[in-house]
């Protein structure tokens, strides 16, 4: 039996889809559905439907696939199966993928008519573009053509045969740069505690603790163990569908954590919530209820998530500070230095919420170049004559 639905496309028209049972995939012996969509009406959809359940039981409909069936018909179908596979943050950054880069590229062509000639243009126009996510649109427009091939829309996916072009390192590019010790306390010498308590506050937890933007911007005092000096890092601020932000677990097993904190920052933590205290209770809020945030916003809310990156690049400018790093590389920074410091990689790695030791080891691998470079320079100073 048919199953009809309406979708909007990307442009706001309102189209049918048909849906229907084809019988079990002999390959997977799984379910297999035929879907058909771009129907202005649902009568069109009905009739549509009609066809291919008169071709299923003849058992030829392989020839009523559409000569007309776009890219945009078939990502609209795997969409529908994808999104119940994701969480919100990870469909809301694909959503953008998708509009923003793949299907302006393949959207409005026929599926059966794109070669991997045109596809392999697509990864060099997106590889001109950005540094980094070109492969990753590349994989989920991919995984669209993947899914044509499973339905029988198309024979072969025409991404296999792609050549995914590698961008050299440029001369003095460091993606492990981070700030040592004697470049944290020039920055945290550039932030008065008097005047600034929220925003010496979130540093000093991003560079002690190494945790992460979305954690630190979730965390509520129920997190903290005052007595034990520990902060449970459970949760994570992120960004949902249409860009409202939402709280999610972390990802990884590995993510959900309990942090020791040093006893100084534990120290001005108390400050920081006193001060919190009394600044919002003369905004009209009282930081004593459950689940208090440990930074809000003047509306005792979630910081947006650009917050911290805005915040730093205002001291960073206004005091010609360098290296120029994210926030993310303060994190880094945590890692770099707790290695520098003798902590073992085993532990870093669990304090940091790393399920894998290998990013861990790559930091470390970079710190061990600087120690030799600087042993080097020692000895060719030693021996100078």
């Known amino acids: 039996m048919a199953s009809f639905k309406q979708y909007t496309t990307k442009g706001g028209k309102t189209l049918w889809r048909v849906s229907v049972y084809a019988g079990l995939d002999p390959k997977t012996d799984k379910k297999k559905y035929l879907v058909r969509g771009g129907f202005d009406t649902r009568k069109k959809a ?52 998708f509009h923003n880069h793949i299907l302006p590229e393949f959207g409005n062509k026929k599926i059966a008519m794109i070669t991997t000639r045109d596809v392999q243009k697509a990864v060099k126009k997106w590889f001109k573009q950005v540094r980094v996510n070109y492969r990753r649109w590349f994989v989920y427009a991919s995984g669209v053509f993947e899914y ?61 603790t190494g945790v992460r933007r979305g954690e630190l911007l979730a965390l509520e005092y129920n997190d903290v163990n005052f007595d034990e000096n520990t902060i449970t890092i459970n949760k994570t601020l992120t960004q949902g569908d ?93 890692i770099s230095n707790a290695l520098m410091a003798g902590v073992p990689v085993s532990t870093v790695q669990k304090l940091v919420g790393h399920s894998s030791p290998t990013t861990t080891l790559r930091i470390y691998a970079h710190i061990n170049q600087e120690q030799a470079r600087k042993a080097t320079d020692s000895l060719a100073k030693y021996l100078e004559m």
């Not at 018909?73 to 694909?94: A, G, K, L, P």
Request: glycine residues 4%; proline residues 4%.
């Open 46 to 97: 009905t009739l549509a439907g009609a066809k291919l359940e008169l071709a299923i039981s003849k058992g030829d409909f392989e020839q009523e696939i559409p000569k007309d069936y776009f890219y945009q018909d078939v990502f609209n179908e795997w969409w529908d199966n994808y999104i119940n596979t994701v969480r919100e943050s990870t469909r809301n950054r694909v959503t953008g993928y």
């Open 148 to 208: 044509a091939v499973r339905q029988g829309y198309i024979k072969t996916n025409p991404a296999n045969n792609v050549v995914i072009p590698k961008r050299e390192e440029q001369a003095g590019d460091d993606k492990d740069k981070f700030w040592d010790k004697d470049q944290l306390t020039k920055f945290f010498g550039c932030i008065d505690p008097n005047e600034h308590l929220d925003v010496f506050m979130m540093f000093r937890l991003f560079a002690y």
């Open 242 to 334: 249409r860009g409202r932000q939402i709280i999610q677990a972390p990802k990884t097993k590995a993510s959900r954590r309990t942090i020791p904190v040093d006893a100084e920052t534990m120290q001005w933590l108390r400050k920081w919530r006193t001060y919190q205290k009394q600044l919002y209770f003369k905004l009209g809020f009282n930081t004593l209820k459950p689940h208090q945030l440990i930074f809000s916003n003047t509306k005792n809310g979630f910081h947006s998530l650009n917050t911290p990156a805005k915040r730093l690049r205002t001291i960073i400018d206004a005091n010609h500070l360098t290296p120029v790093i994210s926030v993310h590389k303060f994190r880094h920074s945590f």
